[in-house]
């Protein structure tokens, strides 16, 4: 079941200083890798087997481990060539299954936005969360999204020599 979703303008088509899709796709794919040097609060991040890769997709899979605090989640994440990444977290500790997309979308040449998309399991009418609650999450996501885009163009301007 979808949770929440959003977009982020990545790129502006016109400016000679924007991030191209290949660079943008190749953040997302860092990012995907090592979440640690994009997300505070995430200690660390292991890679828990090699990487799968599907022949007739090409799409890269592997699963990790990471770490908040005292808090461990085991994450089966799929790179998507020329798309973006999917990272599913199956159902463990009380904690319903989720996954997490980010996809790279190109409405006009040059126009980038990157869709987030949140899904969970459906809650047991006795487990749901307050609406409150629910709406707090979603801003945080939100937050922890725009970090990840912002860091991803900071090094895209810090490669290429352009301002931030």
């Known amino acids: 079941?979808?949770?929440?979703?959003?977009?982020?303008?990545?790129?502006?088509?016109g400016d000679p200083e924007a991030i191209s899709r290949e660079a943008l796709l190749q953040g997302i794919t860092e990012f995907?890798?090592?979440?640690?040097?994009?997300v505070d609060g995430l200690e660390t991040s292991?890679?828990?087997?090699?990487?799968?890769?599907?022949?007739?997709?090409?799409?890269?899979?592997?699963?990790?481990?990471?770490?908040?605090?005292?808090?461990?989640?085991?994450?089966?994440?799929t790179i998507l060539p020329g798309q973006g990444c999917r990272t599913e977290c199956p159902a463990a500790n009380g904690r319903a299954a989720s996954a997490f997309v980010m996809t790279v979308e190109e409405p006009n040449k040059g126009d980038l936005f990157v869709r987030f998309c949140y899904e969970e399991e459906p809650r047991k009418s006795a487990e749901a969360e307050p609406e409150m609650l629910a709406e707090l999450r979603k801003r945080a996501y939100e937050m922890k999204d725009r970090a990840v885009i912002e860091t991803i163009l900071s090094r895209f301007a810090e490669a290429s020599g352009h301002r931030c």
């Open 1 to 13: 079941m979808r949770f929440h979703e959003h977009i982020i303008r990545a790129a502006q088509a």
């Open 32 to 38: 995907a890798r090592h979440p640690e040097h994009f």
């Open 46 to 77: 292991q890679m828990l087997s090699g990487e799968e890769v599907d022949e007739s997709t090409g799409a890269i899979s592997f699963w990790r481990q990471t770490v908040f605090g005292s808090h461990r989640f085991r994450e089966r994440v």
